[in-house]
């Protein structure tokens, strides 16, 4: 695309850029760690071994303590944040959880000595003291290396899909030219005054090649449908510029039952208006010849070149249609640009059958 | 009120003309495909509003628009465009309106009400809100109220007298009021600078000479006019030049 049509956005603040670390403050996530955390106490309780005896005031002791215990983790990782985040994230990863289990063994040290000292019994007796902070930090350790890599594969896995939803739709505005769109409706409406059927025809043109754009995907399709849009593209594009296009085609040579990428003719005649005829005063020939050669076919576009053309055009549409070329036909499909100083040619060669 | 259209599309030049046929007391005066060819025939139209298309060949709109905010009495400018251009943002404080394609009869018939309106300070403005970073493909002198336009592509070189800036082009020379530097910033990697008061075009700079007074020269392609080399824009040619 050109770029005064994609507007380069700013990025949307952290969104944008993939993080490894969960942002700990946001509510979902500090619900997840809640919902875990009261699964920890539920298993300590149930865990076999345990006395069954009055299990319900023991899991509500042990409900606040494992919440809190969570909770403290997360604002002490919510806190840090500006510190991990640079980090690198196999680094920041291992930080994150040894912080996480430095401060439950920490935590687990003081309410230990809270409960010896206050005598409540909550806990477990003063001798297996290290015990208890042992077994609080090792749990916690293998929680929070578990839930640390579920949350950033979440959040990866988020990534993915944002990133494939704008690749599709810059994708599809690029085959779209918005200002193609617009001057061609523009061009319907000054037709129906004058030339209501001529109208016409163009609506249809403009509906096919719509179609086509809005429908193509990696499946193939016939030499003969490619070149039928190609025709249909300039027509619509010869009513818009009037005596400044003119078009050379000479294709009768070709196998129209040839399979080929669908899309794939189009764009490079819609860049060679583009770069070649629209900004020229006096516009030019299109050209567009094509023949046999043993064993395939070779198709080659040309277009003259503005006066003072930057040295080399947005290839986007030709780097997507290289791509499509070798996807479909691996290195006997080529596609060949010769930018000479006056014209400007793309030279296509395909086999006569693809391997995909 | 006389209406020029200025459309690279003779189709949406049609449909104008036709839309403005409908509005009372609205003449088109004519039409023009570029920028270049619409400034050129203002002095023959005099236009109180001219329709300016935003991408056209040559000279686009908004490079026309900052030339014709040169005048004494600019028109009323309105712009058309297709698709929404990013541009197009800094001068809608200036233009009189400016429409999206395909045009509505209401919004042209709101945008000319609005150019009735309309005085040549705003034109000025819009020479102001250009982008900086925008390089014009023409210079543009005012010759007796009319405006001559020179490609900057035609430009041999740039002599700084007193408040002016004289062009040398191929087909003779105009005076300009723009400081040379602001020239040599806005067209950088074109011109080089061979005396404090001397751009020449780096596409027709041919050689050094040294005259038989000792002073060293810049030749210019199909200039014969002597052209002084500075001493302190010296290492600067030289490389230049051995790199010709």
């Known amino acids: ?59 509500g002791v042990v409900s ?22 640079p980090l690198q994230a196999r680094s920041g990863f291992l930080l994150a959880w040894v912080i996480s289990v430095l401060v439950t063994a920490l935590a687990s040290a003081v309410v230990c000595r809270m409960d010896q000292t206050l005598g409540l019994q909550l806990t477990i007796a003063e001798s297996s003291t290290w015990r208890f902070v042992f077994g609080n930090s090792a749990i916690c350790a293998l929680i929070a290396a578990a839930l640390l890599r579920y949350l950033f594969v979440l959040e990866q896995w988020r990534e993915r899909v944002r990133a494939a939803s704008k690749a599709r739709f810059e994708a599809l505005q690029a085959r779209i030219r918005p200002h193609f769109l617009f001057n061609s409706m523009n061009t319907i409406a000054s037709l129906i005054r004058t030339r209501p059927a001529e109208a016409e025809r163009t609506v249809e043109d403009l509906a096919d090649l719509f ?29 818009r510029l009037g005596e400044r296009l003119k078009v050379e085609i000479d294709v009768a040579d070709l196998p129209r039952d ?62 997507n249609t290289r791509a499509r070329i070798e996807y479909h036909f691996g290195t006997r499909g080529e596609l060949r640009v010769e930018p000479g100083p006056e014209i400007y040619t793309v030279n296509v060669r395909l086999p006569e059958t693809p391997i995909r | 009120m006389n209406v020029l259209i200025v459309d690279d599309e003779p189709l949406a030049r049609e449909r104008l003309a036709a839309m403005l046929a409908e509005i009372d007391d609205v003449t088109v005066v004519g039409e023009a495909g570029n920028g270049r060819d619409a400034l050129d025939a203002l002095a023959r139209l005099r236009p109180d509003v001219v329709l300016l298309d935003i991408r056209m060949p040559v000279m686009d709109g908004l490079e026309a628009a900052r030339h014709l905010g040169t005048l004494e009495r600019p028109p009323a400018m309105i712009f ?7 541009a197009l943002a800094a001068f809608e404080a200036n233009a009189v309106d400016y429409l999206v394609k395909p045009v509505r009869s209401e919004r042209l018939r709101s945008a000319l009400a609005k150019a009735r309106r309309w005085t040549g300070e705003h034109a000025r403005g819009v020479q102001s809100a250009l982008e900086p970073g925008r390089k014009r493909t023409h210079l543009c002198a005012r010759v007796r109220g009319s405006l001559v336009l020179v490609p900057v592509a035609e430009i041999d070189y740039l002599l700084a007298e007193d408040k002016y800036v004289v062009v040398h082009h191929a087909k003779g020379e105009v ?70």
């Open chain 1, 1 to 59: 695309m050109k770029p005064q049509t994609s507007r380069s956005r700013p990025a949307q603040g952290d969104a944008s850029i993939p993080t490894w670390l969960p942002h700990f403050c946001s509510a979902p996530t500090l619900f997840a760690v809640m919902i875990v955390a009261e699964l920890v106490a539920l298993v300590v309780v149930l865990a076999p071994g345990m006395e069954v005896r009055a299990w319900l005031p023991r899991l």
């Open chain 1, 64 to 85: 606040v303590y494992v919440q809190w215990l969570a909770l403290l983790n997360a604002v002490v990782l919510c806190s840090l944040r500006r510190q991990l985040e």
């Open chain 1, 211 to 239: 179609r086509a754009a809005l429908g193509a995907d990696d499946a193939l399709g016939t030499l003969g449908e490619e070149l039928d849009l190609v025709e249909r593209y300039l027509h619509i594009e010869q009513l």
């Open chain 1, 258 to 319: 040839l399979s080929v990428p669908r899309l794939m003719l189009q764009p490079l005649i819609e860049n060679a208006v583009y770069h070649g005829i629209q900004p020229r005063a006096d516009g030019g020939v299109v050209s567009m010849s094509g023949r046999r050669l043993p064993g395939g076919i070779e198709i080659v576009v040309r277009n003259p070149l503005p006066p003072d053309a930057p040295p080399s055009r947005n290839g986007v549409s030709l780097a």
């Open chain 2, 80 to 86: 058309c465009t297709a698709y929404e251009d990013h």
């Open chain 2, 175 to 244: 005076l300009i009021e723009e400081p040379l530097k602001a020239l040599e910033d806005e067209f950088e990697g074109r011109f080089v600078r061979i005396h404090r008061n001397c751009l020449v075009a780096l596409t027709k700079l041919a050689g050094l000479t040294r005259a038989p007074d000792g002073r060293l020269l810049a030749n210019v392609e199909g200039v014969t006019a002597e052209l002084e080399v500075s001493r302190r824009n010296l290492p600067v040619l030289r490389k230049l030049v051995r790199t010709l």
